[in-house]
């Protein structure tokens, strides 16, 4: 009799599912499991569930063939305690075994659940269970459903280890908290998930997208007033959310998501995620610029696409209650109406009305008609202002920082009468500028940046002169004729007005063309004459020099005697430079028959140096100056005294000549002295490395003949001896 009574069940069990309906296996894309069979017949679009492939229908319809075609193993309960602690009692080792125990008094699932690892079913509805504790031993399980119980936190490792848990249901527990990550994860593949009717105050961002396809998540009925991110949980761009079913309706929330508080800076990313159905109904809705963003962006697709889940309505402001965000604001287009107040705080001057408005990408400060007399002094922070100033008594347009941030400046219908300069330098030419029914009598000549067409002045009278030939221009070349409407200046000439269209300056001021052209010339040639002078200015001892090349050396002036041919000038802390001087170069001038003057070799023991240096070199005919690293510096002071002296001479005595030695091959950026890089620029100077290796015949060239030639005293027959002063040694030479 009991096994045809169960037989009786097996078969009535198959009928229901059965019935009319085509099953066939189903292996799901993104868990690993082979038990599922899915309805071929039935997966058809479900508006509800808003499925439009095949394994989204099957998400939503499958079951597993257990429950389908074999027999299930219940096992029996056994309470231990009147505390509410019970054990399992059956076989351990058994398939598809299930419990099913409601309306109990468990405080806890069985101490032995553990053992059955092959449990693919709990049902406790309706006990007093106050935590799930730890079942991750419970690999098989399929579904859990533990509704009516006092369960109240839902840790994020609570599920994380049951790969084929795929229905689960917690309704009417009083959960105050589900951590984030507790519903999604990559071990998961939750189809099903049922947590409506708790307490919960919020909920993580990480719970509403799991990257596995899911079928329903119902968290409908809680106390939820915000949508949090604690984790920063981010929308991966190179994955695709298949989503699901996201049930919200009959929470707290009132405001509209701020999407950069959870992770997501750019919302058009949201298409990652618009295969998502998301549930909002019966709520108070607080209808504001937060929402504008989000709502532009699904537009289109939302005019396309119709859910009846779509239909959210408005709560606040008060003339919006009642009227459905969907239907008025975006297949209505009026998306502009979503704005946000601000109020003094945002800097909002009193008695104005200020907004942002996203949809027109502009912050509104209006205050028409509020008896201003002044420009406020300051307006919210923002870009693209919309100032409306019209219909006040406003006298003067002066300067505000806020100008330059102004999309629309209306300051139509006021009093003003005067404009500053720098009000209107600070607003961008592409601003529309309205002073319509103003009482101006003159334009600073700055209106020439703005577009006519964009700035709206109305008809105006004001005073012309022969100096506002800009006005002509400003009216004529930017394309003023075609907006005659919003724009026509009347110029007061004398006892006549004449449009600017219209005005020719010429007929009125006696424009002296010649004396123009005369003023631009005189003007080129003295810009000229000022840089020619600051050219000769820059290079005068370049000049300086290249004239005493060219110029006649002879001069009736009447000169110093000469005692010396050369006094030749070096730095003698340089040993190498030292040694040549005195075995080289001297040796070689002194047999031509040139007297030089050395001064670290023939200055006189006790003489005061400066003096006796400058006697010295004003009876020296000509000057070597062997130039080094170290020539003109302060380390090297006496050379600096000797090239001002040797200068000087030379300035003033045109027979004598400077030869410079570029000894270390400077160039002339290397040089400070300016005289003596003069000499380096126009090429007088001699290399001292002389490929051509003539470098002492450069200097014999130069130096001309000595004071004193063999050729003219060979009569005389005697011979002058000359003691050197630096080595003490005789030389003879015929004379």
């Known amino acids: 009799m009991c096994r045809r009574l169960f037989i009786i069940l097996l078969v009535a069990q198959f009928v229901r599912y059965a019935t009319f309906l085509t099953w066939e296996n189903w292996i799901p894309p993104f868990v690993n499991r082979t038990d599922l069979l899915c309805p071929s017949d039935r997966c058809e679009l479900d508006p509800t569930l808003y499925v439009t492939t095949k394994n989204q229908c099957c998400t939503c319809h499958a079951e597993p063939s257990w429950k389908l075609f074999s027999s299930i193993y219940d096992l029996v309960l056994e309470y231990l305690r009147r505390g509410g602690t019970a054990q399992l009692i059956g076989n351990t080792t058994i398939a598809n075994a299930r419990l099913v125990h409601s309306n109990g008094f468990l405080s806890k699932l069985p101490e032995n659940v553990c053992e059955f690892v092959n449990l693919v079913e709990i049902e406790a509805t309706n006990n007093k269970i106050s935590s799930i504790g730890n079942i991750s031993c419970l690999q098989m399980l399929d579904t859990l459903d533990l509704s009516f119980n006092s369960i109240e936190l839902i ?326 004729e075609q907006c005659k409407n919003t724009t026509e200046i009347i110029c007061l000439i004398g006892d006549k007005s004449v449009s600017t269209i219209d005005l020719d300056l010429g007929i009125f001021c006696n424009n002296d063309t010649n004396l123009k052209f005369f003023n631009i010339i005189v003007g080129i040639m003295i810009a000229l004459l000022l840089g020619i002078c600051g050219v000769m200015y820059t290079f005068r001892y370049e000049l300086f020099i290249l004239r005493r090349r060219f110029i006649s050396k002879r001069s009736s002036k009447v000169y110093p005697y000469h005692k010396y041919d050369v006094f030749i000038s070096f730095g003698d802390n340089d040993n190498e430079l030292r040694n040549w001087v005195m075995t080289t170069l001297a040796p070689y001038l002194q047999n031509f028959g040139y007297r030089t003057y050395i001064p670290c070799r023939d200055d006189n023991f006790g003489d005061i140096k400066k003096d006796a240096l400058i006697d010295t070199i004003n009876i020296c005919k000509n000057y070597i100056i062997i130039l080094c690293e170290k020539y003109h510096t302060e380390k090297t002071s006496w050379t600096t005294v000797e090239w001002k002296h040797i200068w000087h001479s030379f300035k003033s005595n045109k027979e004598r000549q400077v030869i410079v030695i570029n000894y270390h091959q400077l160039e002339s950026s290397e040089i400070q002295e300016s005289k003596l890089k003069a000499f380096v620029r126009v090429g007088k100077e001699i290399d001292f490395s002389n490929r051509k290796h003539d470098l002492f015949h450069d200097i014999k060239d130069r130096l001309g003949s000595p004071l004193r030639t063999n050729d003219g005293l060979k009569c005389a027959k005697t011979k002058f001896a000359t003691r050197s002063l630096h080595n003490n040694e005789l030389f003879a030479l015929d004379i």
């Not at 100033?389 to 629309?408: A, D, P, Q, V, W």
């Open 155 to 480: 840790g994020n490792s609570t599920f994380q280890n049951l790969p084929f848990l795929r229905e689960l249901r917690l309704i009417s527990n009083g959960i105050k908290i589900i951590e984030p990550y507790a519903l999604a994860g990559t071990t998961m593949s939750i189809f099903w998930a049922d947590l409506s009717s708790n307490n919960m105050t919020q909920i993580d961002f990480s719970n509403l997208v799991p990257e596995n396809r899911f079928c329903r998540y119902d968290f409908s009925s809680n106390k939820i007033v915000e949508i949090v991110n604690e984790q920063n949980f981010q929308i991966n761009v190179d994955k695709i959310y298949h989503g699901g079913f996201v049930d919200l309706d009959a929470n707290n929330i009132t405001q509209w998501f701020d999407f950069k508080d959870l992770g997501i800076d750019d919302i058009t990313i949201l298409g990652k995620i618009m295969q998502f159905g998301l549930s909002l109904q019966e709520m108070k809705w607080t209808c504001d610029c937060k929402m504008e963003p989000f709502l532009e962006l699904t537009q289109d697709t939302l005019k396309r696409i119709w859910r009846d889940y779509y239909n959210v309505t408005c709560w606040d402001p008060p003339e919006y209650r009642g009227l459905s965000i969907t239907e008025h604001f975006v297949k209505g287009d009026k998306l502009h109406l979503l704005i946000c107040n601000k109020t003094s705080a945002d800097k909002c001057p009193k008695e104005c009305h200020c907004f942002y408005q996203p949809k027109n990408r502009t912050t509104v400060v209006n205050c028409t008609g509020v008896g201003l007399t002044r420009l406020p002094q300051y307006v919210p922070e923002g870009e693209n202002l919309t100032l409306l100033f019209g219909g006040n008594y406003i006298e003067s347009l002066e300067y505000r920082e806020y100008f330059n941030r102004s999309y629309t400046i209306s300051l139509s219908n006021n009093q003003i009468h005067t404009i500053s300069s720098n009000a209107i330098e600070s607003i961008s030419n592409n601003a529309i500028l309205d002073l319509f029914g103003n009482e101006m009598d003159e334009l600073p000549r700055d209106f020439q940046s703005l577009d006519p067409c964009l700035t709206k002045l109305g008809k105006i009278h004001i005073s012309c002169d022969c100096n506002d030939e800009w006005l002509i221009d400003w009216v004529k070349n930017k394309r003023a």
